[in-house]
DNA sequence: TTGTATGTACACAGACAATGTACAATAGGG
DNA sequence: CCCTATTGTACATTGTCTGTGTACATACAA
């Protein structure tokens, strides 16, 4: 079986249906969801992540704000060819810039290494070059 | 007048408290705090802030709970040389790479263009590595 | 037409965030 | 020594947020 696509972790502040848009979010971006899929059920989803249905149904209503999704009942959640990027916020840049370091000295302080770091670094750098 | 070295966004749902913890524990890890100094008693940096003392002290708590701080009454908040980072959690490093990836989409869908995010990146990187 | 799979609406309980207020400890001045 | 001001602490309170329960609306398929 093949890890699943998505994966929440109870133990973390970072509320449910935050993490479930971050993750599908992410798919989105990279392509593993396309324009033309389908998410699953709300119900489905949730009953793999061990949530209530309404739980997934609230970050599914967030992603389809930004663009993402068009809800219809019944027919679930289709994924949306999603326009240009709207114009970035001029703060977004900084913002990025801020919270990048801010996540870096998270983990350094709990004992990630700085070649482990710089690894996953470079890593999403030669990513975003393609 | 220099920016000030700890800002806060009450339009974003991180909580204040958990905002100033990650600002501050920043400036820990890159030595803008280091050991032996006193950062600012709680009332001062909230009224800074714009926020409530509590809200300060409690993000004190959380850092010194970590191990950066001691808090003593009447002495306020004295930085400590803590002790190398405990061994890290084994899932700390996969956690920071999706979470990376996550705050990288997340800008992305958000406008930030591609070049940009990599040049923070890897301004990054090349912290790490001196 | 009817049943069923889907998303939606909304009330509710509990947890959490931020504040208000009172208190405890301690450094420093007299 | 003792007093006082400055600092962190404790805890109750208020409002918001999160996750769930439950009922409903909609639309496809047989």
Redesign the interface.
């Known amino acids: 079986m093949l890890p699943p696509l998505i994966r929440i ?1 109870l133990s973390i ?1 970072t509320p449910v249906y ?1 993490q479930i848009v ?2 599908v ?2 798919h ?3 392509g593993a969801f396309a324009p033309g899929d389908h998410l699953p059920p709300v119900r489905q989803l949730a009953m793999d992540l061990g949530v209530h249905f309404n739980t997934v149904a609230e970050a599914y209503r967030i992603l389809a704000e ?1 663009g993402w999704l068009d809800l219809k009942r019944r027919r679930g959640a289709l994924v949306l060819r999603r326009g240009v ?5 001029p703060a ?2 900084p ?3 801020r ?16 070649p ?3 690894r ?6 030669k990513g ?2 393609a």
């Open positions: 972790d502040a935050r971050d993750a979010r992410t989105l971006v990279d930004e990027p709207r114009p970035a916020d977004a840049a913002l990025f810039a919270r990048l370091r801010e996540l870096v000295a998270e983990v350094r302080a709990a004992g990630v290494t700085r482990r770091i710089l996953e670094l470079l890593l999403v750098a975003l070059e």
